[in-house]
């Protein structure tokens, strides 16, 4: 059983050190009662830290979205945990919209900031342009993303179009999005489900409206757009925070 505390303990009333744990444990099926958990080794713990050896918790209930556990305190007063499956993409959406919503642009300030090509040779179609060197169209673009699961794409005067690759009428619009774990590489990924709806290009992934989260940070953030299955056409996009 792995602990991981991502930065801090709750301990004694407050977050304090992490007290990030290790170690093996032992599943008694316990025909007479509750099945139990017992973490071997002095320190050992799930949910509040204590200094038991050997921590031993009777599994109250377990099923795929709850498990609740009741174990013993070192005074002999009880505590029971209820615990939820972690969802790994949780951080990376909160990275995308900021906790309730954010807007993301094209970072115009980097080198090759739209690649084309497949997903074992992104750059193969078309090696990106040199920083500063998106169309003024394009690069004043700006993608916002809500905790609502609500894509916004703001145009500005025009929209940078696959038909001719000449700033056109905008195209501003919304989308909502589906958000989960990648098919393939990524940390994460989302589809645009509304027809029409695109990121930085519009012929990036126009039928699958797949873009899978490469990289993510407060400040960054680099899209592949498309599945890359079959090895099919995939647009590899860097991203910066408004």
């Known amino acids: 059983m792995n ?12 977050c304090g050190s992490s007290l990030n744990r290790g170690g093996k444990f ?32 009777d599994i109250l ?34 990275l995308l919209t900021g906790g309730s919503s954010k807007t993301w642009m094209l970072d115009n300030a980097a080198d090759a900031p739209i690649v084309v090509g497949t997903e074992t040779g992104p750059t193969a179609y078309f090696g990106g342009v040199k920083a500063g060197e998106l169309p003024g169209c394009q690069s004043d673009d700006e993608y916002t993303f809500s905790t609502a699961n609500v894509f916004s794409y703001e145009a500005k005067a025009e929209t ?8 056109q009428a905008p195209q501003t619009g919304t989308s909502p999005f589906v958000f989960g774990p990648a098919a393939g590489a990524g940390l994460a990924q989302f589809t645009l489900t509304r027809s029409g ?8 992934s126009p039928v699958e409206r797949v873009y899978r989260i490469l990289s993510i940070d407060a400040k960054k953030m680099t899209l592949r757009a498309g599945s890359g299955q079959n090895n099919g056409t995939v647009f590899t996009i860097k991203m910066v925070a408004k």
């Open 3 to 14: 602990y991981e505390s991502g930065g801090a303990t709750f301990q004694n009333g407050a």
């Open 26 to 57: 032992i599943f008694r099926p316990n025909s007479s009662g509750n099945p139990q958990i017992v973490l071997q080794g002095k320190g050992a713990f799930i949910g509040l830290p204590d200094s038991v050896a050997n921590k031993t918790y």
């Open 61 to 94: 209930e377990a099923t795929d979205t709850k498990l609740r556990l009741r174990g013993t305190n070192p005074d002999g007063t009880r505590t029971i945990i209820t615990l939820a499956p972690y969802d790994a993409t949780a951080p990376i959406k909160l």
């Open 160 to 167: 940078f179009s696959a038909n001719g690759y000449t700033c």
């Open 197 to 204: 709806a695109f990121i930085a290009a519009t012929d990036a």
